[in-house]
């Protein structure tokens, strides 16, 4: 299994050698960077770019010697052999014709009622039915003193979690990580995008940098101190001196 993670960035349409028109999405997929190998069942990838400061003290240890990401997602796989620490995800992995899953995160719509988020067709317009052309109706029986679970009611509707199979892969440029697929994908403009196929996964092996800064102390000029030299008076200059100072007393 192959997968990698984008961000979606607008729909197109893209001309056939047939000249048949096909409507695409544009996709900027990778580069996404192995952060953890979690034994031998699941991969995490990062994605996004984020600024270094930004960084709580716990991610900044889980990225020690990464490049900061903005997106960890992960992805169960069969067998990590061969996948290390730092090793990127190549865009090249995906060829034209792959059939692939997208999974995003659906447009919000607010609240909304049941006609709207659920599709129900509406009481009677006809007379003798005032206000509830758009009402839910029943949501019950009297034998039953409770509503049942998972009842359609109005609600919030959107921002959920949308996958969409059998997609296909159009165009792969490698030189700009985008990637066309056929048709739409959830979710808004810059949204997370999960890209998931069939095939072998192809890694850029890279080396982690395990630099620690040190500050370096600042340099000091160096400052002349002008040595005073002490005066030291003659032993019988002295002597007299001291005569003197007694005789005067």
Request: glycine share 12%; charged share 25%; hydrophobic share 40%.
């Amino acid at each position: 299994m192959k997968f990698i993670l984008g961000k979606k960035i607008a729909m197109t349409q893209v001309f056939l050698p047939s000249g048949e028109v096909m409507p695409v999405t544009r996709v900027v997929a990778g580069p996404c960077t192995v952060v953890q190998v979690k034994e031998k069942q699941a991969v995490q990838l990062g994605f996004g770019d984020k600024k270094e400061f930004r960084l709580n003290k716990p991610d900044a240890g889980h990225l020690k010697g990464l490049t900061p990401v903005a997106h960890l997602k992960e992805f169960q796989v069969e067998k990590t052999d061969g996948i290390k620490r730092g090793d990127v995800v190549a865009l090249e992995t995906f060829v034209v014709g792959d059939v692939i899953s997208v999974t995003g995160v659906s447009k919000g719509k607010g609240f909304a009622g049941v006609v709207k988020r659920h599709h129900f067709r509406g009481g009677p317009a006809s007379h003798g039915h005032k206000d509830n052309l758009r009402a839910p109706g029943s949501i019950g029986a009297g034998g039953v003193q409770r509503v049942f679970k998972g009842m359609r009611m109005a609600g919030r509707m959107g921002g959920d979690q949308v996958t969409i199979h059998n997609l296909e892969v159009v165009e792969v440029h490698p030189e700009t990580n985008e990637i066309y697929i056929k048709g739409a994908v959830p979710g808004g403009r810059n949204g997370l995008l999960e890209i998931v196929g069939e095939g072998e996964l192809l890694m850029k092996k890279t080396e982690i940098k395990n630099e620690i800064k040190q500050e370096q102390a600042p340099e000091v000029a160096p400052v002349e101190v002008p040595v005073e030299t002490p005066v030291v008076a003659p032993i019988e200059e002295a002597a007299a001196e001291v005569v003197t100072e007694t005789t005067n007393s």
